[in-house]
């Protein structure tokens, strides 16, 4: 690491992250990180990205940008599927689940799923920078959490493939057949594996959609899958937008739908599944409660709240985006809180120091300020870090609000950006009761040094998923999903599996 030395404060886009010290004398020394940019030279993109639909490449009427979020410039161009394209993908999945995958032994499926995990092993650096150009997280996340992480999800479910029978002992089950898989564009590659990998395991045709801004790095698995020489229909992957998944959602041949992203979304599938025999599962929104017990370990759970909302700029489903702080420490925690936001860099997700990324969209940066003006409206108080951020692209300073009611939007509402509600509470009881006030129930994390304490609260907090002294770890042997609008049924794990199968 390289550090320029300079008089005056840097202008331009780094000027917020550098560090002020006195050296003793009334000139004060900046000290900015040198730009330690990933390279992109090794990225093979095409200009234009056809369908993969039944082992080839299927073209269509229609094609839409997809964008670099940070720099606003075109990436690529993207089929957008027809009604007619969703069913010649469907059709080709029944086709390659009668006459193939079905026929085809738990061992060899086991084969296939761990020859796709080699070979995006062996590719990740390449996925990394293709997911960080395409939605704008930090270069440093899609590294060391998206790509291993969904790699972890394929050799895991591969290493189930042939030992159903002991994952459900004394049970008769089988494959559902074709599965219908619609994801999000916070973590593209990674949900992309939350669901493919176990549907396969289970011995399951997919036909999957990707995000409105975030078509790229499925299309990359679509090599990979080709290289891995997968049965041609066994998946196919389409992009496009929510009539696309629509189409997918109320295909009569398509005999389940695993879902993740916003609750309206959700609602709606619900509302065209019903009545019929399609099984689901939704993995919904949330408004995570980080809660902050006076004797907890302060230092790490800056830390811990930081990564809670701040990570992926915040759009995360289980993010920490309400936090109880217990009053006695809310000063601590707000002037550490504070200090530490000043040292988040924000800018370039292809620099390797970058801490916040670009926001991933126009339509999720407007829906961000609008939130964030209600909060203001309502009298909450806003503390953003001095930053001057980059010309081009879509940014939003990591902030938090303090003076919140729990009636106010931004205490209610999922923001999906780097914003961060602040509350207090007295008791454990009211902890509890506060953290329980929301419509969703995904996730939660608890601060504390008592054993004791964690283990009562955990089970008094309606979440999913509830992390203590730790926040966002994931793993793909834990199950994860929610209650109330987070959602139902469960991605990872045992629970996992269960979702493709029929019993
Ligand atoms: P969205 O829920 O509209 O999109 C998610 C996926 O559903 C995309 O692939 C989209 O094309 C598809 N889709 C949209 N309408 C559909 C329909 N009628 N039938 C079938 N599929 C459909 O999310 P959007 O608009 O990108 O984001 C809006 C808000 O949703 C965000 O601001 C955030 O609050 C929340 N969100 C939550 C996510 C989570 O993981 N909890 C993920 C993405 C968004
Ligand atoms: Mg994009």
Redesign the pocket.
């Known amino acids: 690491m390289t550090f320029r030395e300079k008089s005056a404060p840097a202008a331009g886009r780094s000027s917020a992250n550098t560090e002020s010290r006195s050296n003793g004398s009334a000139k004060k020394s900046v000290w900015e990180y040198a730009p330690s940019a990933e390279s992109t030279d090794h990225i093979l993109l095409k200009d234009k990205y056809d369908l993969f639909i039944n082992g080839k490449w299927v073209r269509t009427q229609k094609y839409f940008a997809t964008i670099n979020p940070a720099t606003e410039e075109k990436i690529a161009e993207a089929a957008w599927a027809s009604k007619d394209d969703v069913n010649r993908a469907v059709l080709a999945a029944e086709k390659a689940y009668n006459n193939v995958w079905s026929k085809t032994s738990p061992k060899e499926r086991a084969k296939y799923i761990f020859r796709i995990a080699r070979i995006m092993q062996e590719k990740a650096r390449e996925f990394a920078v293709i997911e960080t150009m395409d939605g704008g997280k930090p270069i440093k996340e899609s590294k060391s959490v998206d790509v291993p992480l969904a790699l972890a999800h394929f050799f895991y479910y591969a290493g189930w493939a042939d030992k159903l029978k002991y994952a459900f002992p004394n049970q008769d089950f089988s494959p559902i057949g074709v599965v219908g898989q619609?994801?999000?564009?916070?973590f593209p590659l990674l949900m992309a594996a939350w669901k493919i990998a176990p549907a396969l395991a289970c011995g399951n045709t997919v036909v999957i959609?990707?995000?409105?801004t975030t078509p790229l790095t499925l299309y990359k698995l679509a090599e990979v899958i080709q290289e891995a020489g997968l049965p041609d229909g066994v998946v196919n992957i389409l992009s496009?937008?929510?009539d696309?998944?629509?189409a997918?959602?109320n295909h009569p041949k398509v005999k389940k739908i695993a879902?993740?992203?916003?609750t309206?979304?959700g609602k709606?599938?619900m509302r065209s599944v019903a009545g019929t025999s399609k099984k689901l599962t939704m993995?919904?929104?949330?408004k995570a409660a980080n809660i902050i017990m006076e004797d907890a370990p302060i230092d790490q759970a800056i830390e811990g709240i930081i990564n809670g909302i701040y990570f992926n700029q915040g759009h995360v489903?289980c993010a920490g985006s309400r936090l109880f702080v217990q009053e006695s420490i809310k000063n601590t925690v707000i002037k550490k809180l504070k200090h530490r936001l000043k040292s988040l860099r924000v800018g370039d997700p292809l620099d390797k120091n970058t801490d916040v990324g670009a926001i991933n969209s126009k339509m999720?940066l407007n829906?961000i300020t609008e939130l964030v003006n209600s909060g203001v409206e309502e009298g909450c108080t806003l503390f953003q870090p001095e930053c001057s951020l980059p010309a081009k692209g879509f940014w939003f300073r990591p902030s938090f609000f303090t003076n919140v009611a729990q009636s106010n939007r931004i205490a209610q509402e999922?923001i999906?950006g780097p914003v961060l509600s602040v509350l207090t509470f007295r008791t454990p009881k009211e902890a509890i009761e506060k953290a329980n006030n929301t419509q969703y129930g995904l996730s939660a994390g608890i601060w504390t040094d008592k054993g004791s304490k964690i283990f009562k609260m955990v089970g008094a907090i309606k979440a999913g998923v509830v992390w203590s002294n730790t926040y966002n770890k994931f793993n793909p042997a834990s199950p994860f999903g929610g209650f109330k609008e987070s959602g139902f049924g469960r991605e990872g794990g045992l629970q996992g599996l269960k979702e493709y199968l029929n019993f």
Do not use: Y
């Open positions: 619609i994801i999000p564009w916070n959609k990707s995000a409105e496009g937008a929510g696309t998944g629509a997918i959602v879902f993740t992203g916003s309206e979304v709606l599938i993995e919904l929104g949330g489903c999720q829906k999922e999906f």
